[in-house]
């Protein structure tokens, strides 16, 4: 069984602020991981996943994260912050193993990032 | 349609109803999913569908809920005889392909049960 930790309910910047919204995983097995974004009254979409080989994803809207297996943790950040990036953003993370459990996702509890002018 | 498409948004029931969800995937996606999201909590997994098969329903609450994908291609989520304790946003995605985490979810479907 895995589960996400997300240090920060909710992460207050101004706009061209750089970012760093954080995650740490537990897991017993290799893993999969994922950041979500869901803006206001939309569904889910995926920002970026790890899934193997280079450690930094670079994702959509200019996010990137970085896994890093001996901290066990998948930090989401962003150089320079807009408007229209406010919105909340889950950490999720999937077994890896072929034939196992890796359709289903583990999520965090969000993190609300609020970017103000 | 071109996204997910969750049916009704908004549903409010009394304690004790029963309800049906509905959920119309992308087209040609095989892997359907329904995920539970409490107020203040991230999603949580209820039951997976690989088209018509029911492959994972560990998650379902109780033996009041209840899924079908009939066809391999719409699926509804039943809750028999609701509890204060569904009130929470249903949640359903589908992907192409399982195991790569690539889901794409509909808007939700708002239950609260008074």
């Known amino acids: 069984a895995q589960s996400v930790t997300q240090l920060d309910s909710q992460v207050p910047v101004f706009e061209e602020a750089p970012v760093e919204l954080r995650c740490n995983y537990s897991?017993?097995?290799?893993?999969?991981l994922f950041w979500y974004v869901q803006y206001p009254n939309q569904g889910l979409q995926l920002l970026l996943k790890?899934?193997?080989?280079?450690?930094l994803v670079k994702g959509i809207n200019g996010f990137e994260a970085e896994f890093n297996k001996s901290q066990t943790s998948f930090h989401l950040r962003k150089p320079s912050v807009h408007i229209s990036d406010t919105a909340e953003y889950f950490c999720?993370?999937?077994?890896?193993?072929?034939?196992?459990?890796?359709?289903?996702?583990?999520f965090g509890k969000g993190t609300l990032l609020t970017v103000n002018p | 349609g071109a996204g997910v498409s969750q049916s009704p948004r908004y549903k409010v029931a009394k304690r004790g109803q029963d309800v049906a969800l509905r959920c119309d995937p992308i087209?040609?996606?095989?892997?359907l999913f329904w995920y539970q999201q409490a107020l203040g909590q991230g999603p949580e997994f209820l039951t997976y569908?690989?088209?018509?098969?029911?492959?994972?329903k560990s998650g379902l609450p109780s033996d009041r809920f209840f899924a079908e994908r009939p066809e391999g291609s719409v699926s509804t989520l039943k809750i028999q005889r609701t509890q204060q304790e569904d009130s929470a946003v249903y949640l359903c995605?589908?992907?192409?392909?399982?195991?790569?985490?690539?889901?794409?979810f509909g808007e939700g479907s708002r239950l609260t049960v008074l």
């Open positions: 995605a589908s992907s192409l392909l399982a195991g790569t985490g690539e889901l794409f």
């Open positions: 897991s017993s097995v290799s893993v999969y």
């Open positions: 790890y899934l193997s080989g280079s450690t």
């Open positions: 999720a993370v999937s077994d890896s193993l072929s034939g196992g459990s890796n359709y289903k996702l583990t």
């Open positions: 087209s040609g996606h095989v892997s």
């Open positions: 569908f690989q088209n018509e098969a029911q492959l994972d």
